[in-house]
């Protein structure tokens, strides 16, 4: 696969340099040569120059890519590449780097983006993943379509748990795409069993994310079962044979949510 990194940072190196260990060809465009010095990478092509300009995007032969990468530290010159990428090269696919979160609604397609990946964003949904069990973390946006990555841990006394996958009353907008389990990947099917601290993955719609977090929000939220003195003598009537002529006072005790 022949891959267009944009900026030769530390962002864009790391990014060039694991994908031409997956045996990628790589081109890297920055707008300093210094960089090509202090990246050590091996393996890969240089352009230097702007990426916002035609000609650079040329030089770097950009109708030949598969994919480019957006990963300069400026939001501006990321979505003009990518807009440029898609627009003016035809590339079938690009991923524009979000440096400013409040710049993420921009990254769409109409400014050509296909992956917007928000690294402020990802590390807080990484630290909410590792610490918030029982609540719906997206991960990541997928720009087309409109479609997002989130995970869900399962509490262990979630009332899913015991659950097949396909008794479970997923939204309609949804798909369970896997399953991992002490750490083991697993494809889930229907026949599938759900079980506590499962950490499960989902492909949905913004709107389907949202009606998965009511969901499983809504499941935990068992009513608990208010015992009152008339309903206790009405229960100790019903299973005695013999009639009381006074029934002493004394406190209920509350049964637990099973009972």
């Keep these: 696969m022949r891959v267009i990194v944009v900026g030769g940072g530390s962002v864009g190196s790391s990014i060039a340099r694991e994908l031409v260990s997956h045996g990628h060809e790589i081109v890297v465009i920055d707008a300093t040569s210094e960089v090509i010095g202090r990246s050590n990478l091996r393996g890969t092509q240089w352009v230097v120059g702007d990426a916002c300009d035609l000609e650079v995007l040329q030089r770097a032969k950009t109708e030949e890519a598969d994919v480019v990468v957006a990963a300069t ?3 501006k010159a990321n979505l003009v590449v990518s807009l440029l990428a898609r627009s003016e090269f035809g590339v079938p696919r690009t991923v524009g780097r979000v440096n400013n979160p409040k710049n993420e609604w921009l990254f769409d397609d109409a400014w050509g983006v296909d992956v917007a990946v928000s690294t402020p964003r990802l590390m807080t949904a990484l630290v909410e993943e590792a610490v918030e069990v029982g609540d719906v973390v997206r991960l990541l946006s997928l720009q087309t379509g409109g479609a997002t990555l989130a995970a869900y ?35 889930p099917s229907g026949d599938d069993v759900l079980e506590g601290a499962d950490e499960l993955f989902f492909i949905s719609t913004a709107e389907g994310e949202e009606q998965l977090r009511a969901m499983f929000t809504t499941a935990q939220d068992v009513p608990e079962v208010e015992v009152t003195e008339d309903r206790l003598e009405e229960a100790e009537r019903a299973g005695s044979s013999s009639t009381r002529a006074t029934t002493p006072t004394r406190t209920a005790e509350r049964p637990s949510p099973t009972e």
């Design 73 to 75: 530290g400026d939001d």
């Design 153 to 187: 841990t399962v509490p262990r006394e979630h009332p899913v748990v015991a659950s097949m996958v396909s008794q479970v009353p997923w939204p309609p907008e949804v798909a369970l795409v896997a399953i991992l389990r002490d750490g083991v990947p697993i494809t």
